[in-house]
């Protein structure tokens, strides 16, 4: 039994093309992360006060209601510092962390729950970081339009030989369509510190411009056409 011409025969032509989609989309999801520190003469005192702050920052964040996609809680520490000079070493003080990372598709309330937090007595802000999710129709919409663009292209050169489409033999995925920017690694992003006790009163809302997303598709196709006339 011979295998089948990859190329096609003067009977049956293959004609090979690939469609491309380039889309620029708003955002669906904006990421922060959040770090709570604290200090203390001594581990209890220090841990009860990481744990009526980190208390206090999730109650805010979750205020926020339907506006909050996610909400978790990542690293946790607490570490004593021990005295530099000395015949011995004793605990100096006690350092604490707990890091809280939240995403949001509400942009309008992101603006106003990053200063609030950002006006937290020693606590850090990080992002935002704009991405889409994972399942967002933007992708299927993108592949769509690299199919039809294959498709309307193979027409094309049909038509410049005189002949017509006859069938779809192949189609393949090269897996092209994930967005530029990478949803692992997320655009845009700054740093925030919290602002000095006693501040005489809080800061205005932040005006974040969500950043556009970029969404890339990619096939291949191969069709069997109807044989020119050359």
Known sequence: ????????????????????AHLEVDPEIARINIAITTRGP????????LTRRNTHTLDLIKSYGDAIEKLETGAFSLTPELTKHGRGERVRTYHGTVCIT????????????????????????????????????????????????????????????????????????????????????????????????????????????PQRQYVHARVNARFIINPPTL
């Open 102 to 209: 939240a995403e949001l598709t509400d942009f309008t309330a992101l603006g106003e729950l990053t200063t609030r937090l950002a006006d937290l007595e020693l606590t850090r802000i990080d992002g935002p970081w704009w991405s889409l999710r994972h399942d967002s129709p933007e992708y299927g919409k993108a592949r769509r339009q690299a199919v039809q663009q294959a498709v309307v292209r193979a027409r094309e050169y049909a038509d410049a030989l005189g002949t017509t489409l006859a069938a779809l033999v192949e189609l393949s995925d090269p897996g092209a369509e994930t967005p530029t920017t990478g949803y692992g690694r997320p655009t845009g992003g700054m740093a925030y510190r919290a602002a000095a006790p006693g501040a005489p009163e809080p800061a205005p809302a932040l005006d974040l411009e």
């Open 42 to 49: 001594d581990r209890r005192t220090t841990l009860d006060d």
């Open 1 to 20: 039994m011979t295998n089948p011409q990859p190329y096609g025969t003067p009977d049956q032509p293959r004609l090979a093309v690939h469609g491309e």
